[in-house]
């Protein structure tokens, strides 16, 4: 089955770019994914890149993804203590998506 | 619109218990998802509903079952609850077109935080 890869943990001071990392097994999703999950709160769609895109901006938002690698990663420009969080990538088709174990972000000021 | 409400928000079961959860997707939308978030092996995918079918079912046991009503809203259900199904568990609505290059963006709702003693 798919197999999605991402470090646990990332810290960057305010103010810094913040590279969240992603490997993915399987190339048949159309659409990949980037959720935030702030502490007891659902999860919430950040952004997503169509699988035959190479890169997609989103005000602070970079998403890269370099499908003969099956590597896809997520900038965020100008890092704030609100961001915080726990960040998904995900693959999947329709309704069922695959996630990563997640990567927690933390901001110090 | 109104989100993604699932309810309850907490819940308290010893293990052998039965357990159901309730959620209502944003309205319009025919698809829900029910995925099971813990520490140790993340966030997995249960199983989707789409027009009251299942359409697509992930790896776990036969004691998670699902089913959606004609008003789309859905119910999933735990049988014979153990330790290990401790868990968030989270649904997620979508107005569910499948396939092609259509995104098919999903609405989390705030989840239902199970534990079993």
């Known amino acids: 089955g798919e197999d999605v890869e991402q470090s646990p943990f990332l810290s960057v001071r305010e103010g810094d770019s913040s590279v969240i990392n992603c490997t993915y097994t399987?190339?048949?999703?159309?659409?990949l994914y980037w959720y935030k999950q702030e502490p007891g709160a659902g999860l919430q769609l950040l952004t997503y890149i169509f699988s035959n895109m190479d890169m997609k901006q989103d005000q602070r938002l970079t998403v890269l993804l370099n499908k003969k690698d099956k590597h896809l990663s997520l900038r965020i420009a100008d890092t704030q203590t609100g961001d915080s969080a726990i960040y998904f990538c995900?693959?999947?088709?329709?309704?069922?998506?695959?996630f990563g174990q997640g990567t927690e972000l933390s901001v110090k000021p | 619109k109104a989100g993604v409400t699932q309810t309850p928000r907490y819940l308290i079961k010893t293990r052998g218990q039965q357990v159901t959860l309730s959620c209502s997707p944003i309205?319009?939308?025919?698809?829900v998802s029910w995925y099971q978030q813990t520490p140790g092996q993340g966030l997995q995918f249960l199983f989707e509903y789409f027009s009251e079918t299942q359409r697509n079912k992930g790896n776990f046991p036969g004691r998670f079952s699902g089913r959606q009503f004609s008003n789309s809203r859905s119910e999933m259900n735990v049988s014979t609850l153990e330790l290990g199904d401790s868990a968030l568990y989270l649904c997620?609505?979508?107005?569910?077109?499948?396939?092609?290059?259509?995104?098919?963006?999903?609405?989390f709702g705030p989840g239902t935080r199970l534990t079993v003693l």
């Open positions: 399987d190339s048949s999703s159309t659409y």
């Open positions: 995900a693959g999947g088709a329709g309704g069922k998506l695959i």
């Open positions: 997620a609505s979508s107005i569910g077109t499948s396939g092609g290059a259509s995104i098919n963006e999903q609405f």
């Open positions: 309205s319009g939308h025919r698809s």
